[in-house]
């Protein structure tokens, strides 16, 4: 039985998404879970990108359980919040 080798990733999800060979056999570099991520304009898994805290509107006292952006087809952005309320 051969030891164990440290493989050190410098960029993991580099090489991609795969969902179709085990990952026995995948060589290190693909990806087999990508949450929380996006899809860059060169084709590469990338972060998300944060909000930052606006103090200059409230929705009052009512606690935000959801933020999304809606991309217009004119290339403008709306930005949505859900409350969770009834």
Same mark, same amino acid.
């Given at each position: 039985?051969? *030891?164990?080798? *440290?493989?050190?990733?410098? $960029?993991?999800?580099?090489?991609?998404?795969?969902?179709?060979?085990?990952?026995?056999?995948?060589? *290190?570099?693909? $990806?087999?879970?990508?949450?929380?991520?996006?899809?860059?304009?060169?084709?590469?898994?990338?972060?998300?990108?944060?909000?930052? $805290?606006?103090?200059?509107?409230?929705?009052?006292?009512?606690?935000?359980? $959801?933020? /999304?952006?809606? +991309?217009?087809?004119?290339?403008?952005?709306?930005? +949505?919040? /859900?409350? /969770?309320? *009834?």
């Amino acid at each position: 039985m051969e *030891p164990l080798n *440290p493989v050190s990733v410098s $960029a993991p999800g580099f090489k991609g998404l795969n969902k179709q060979s085990s990952s026995v056999d995948l060589e *290190p570099g693909f $990806a087999l879970e990508a949450i929380n991520c996006v899809i860059d304009s060169f084709g590469r898994i990338a972060s998300r990108k944060g909000y930052a $805290a606006v103090t200059g509107s409230s929705i009052g006292s009512h606690n935000i359980e $959801a933020i /999304g952006e809606y +991309l217009k087809i004119d290339g403008s952005t709306l930005h +949505l919040v /859900g409350t /969770g309320l *009834p």
